[in-house]
């Protein structure tokens, strides 16, 4: 299996960034990842009081796949996520939801003993690994990893985590795969900004869904689907997460735009994945429906 190491990091997705491997579909690969702020956050009086120098969410890659076209999609099952053994988060007066209940920076590290996130001497419960950075190359600008759209990118789905299958819209050939940002464990929402930010690993395996013509990611797992969406507020990205839905609902199962709408309503679930203020980063939502019977 193939090892991409995280000496091999972009602060963007991008085109114009060389592969640093070549890879057939139906291969299983490791991606090594660097934390959010690159390794920096060494210690407790390591704040979040001014920007990384290079940029936030540093992504591994990017990895080439052959055969991968426009109109294509990456279909990337997470197989596995491997985890430090601490993490930090953090707050910062004025940023988050709660931001303004905040009056001063403030890091915390935690500790990863057995499969759990040692909070306090009192508090400890299961880690919950995902991923929030996966993506491909836009055929346009390069997009920093701060930020999500029709590519990917820090879309901070909680579902990004083993078992799912990611369906990713290819724009440029060889489609250009990028992973990174792994947390710990993040609530729906990282309503702080910030998760239990973590180095990682990410083994995956990479197939090619041709034609598939997708023109955003969506999540697949065995008992339900996931579509995503994006905006300057919460609201815009559920309504798109939502419209994409009802598009996948009417092709799969062949209904009528007021059937989908219906069965969105009725058996859909609508769920925050980012919302962190002020809006330095878009928000982010998915819709999830199950698979129903007969589906």
Wanted: charged fraction near 25%; charge should be negative.
């Amino acid at each position: 299996m193939q090892r991409i190491t995280r000496d091999h990091i972009v602060y963007s997705l991008d085109k114009a960034h060389t592969p640093v491997a070549t890879i057939d579909p139906g291969s299983e690969l490791c991606f090594e990842t660097w934390d959010a702020r690159t390794g920096s956050i060494t210690s407790e009086r390591d704040l979040l009081d001014r920007p990384h120098p290079k940029g936030p969410n540093p992504a591994t890659g990017p990895v080439c796949v052959r055969g991968a076209q426009p109109g294509d999609a990456l279909i990337v099952t997470i197989l596995e996520i491997g985890l430090a053994d601490r993490g930090y988060t953090g707050t910062r007066p004025g940023q988050g939801v709660l931001g303004h209940l905040i009056r001063e920076h403030r890091t915390r590290l935690f500790d990863i003993v057995d499969g759990q996130v040692v909070f306090s001497q009192r508090i400890r419960f299961p880690v919950r690994p995902m991923v929030g950075v996966i993506g491909t190359a836009p055929d346009g600008d390069g997009v920093a990893t701060l930020h999500p759209g029709p590519h990917g990118g820090n879309m901070d789905h909680t579902d990004v985590r083993v078992g799912a299958q990611v369906h990713l819209p290819v724009f440029v050939p060889g489609a250009l795969l990028f992973v990174g940002d792994v947390h710990a464990s993040m609530g729906d929402g990282e309503i702080s900004i910030t998760a239990l930010e973590i180095c990682g690993e990410v083994r995956v395996k990479v197939d090619i869904a041709k034609g598939e013509g997708i023109r955003r990611p969506w999540i697949e797992f065995p008992d339900r689907w996931i579509t995503t969406g994006d905006g300057p507020g919460i609201a815009e990205a559920i309504r798109m997460a939502a419209e994409e839905m009802a598009g996948f609902l009417m092709r799969r199962l062949d209904l009528t735009a007021d059937e989908a709408y219906m069965l969105l309503s009725i058996r859909g679930d609508a769920r925050v994945s980012q919302c962190a203020e002020p809006s330095m980063v878009a928000a982010t939502a998915r819709v999830v429906m199950p698979r129903l019977a007969g589906c």
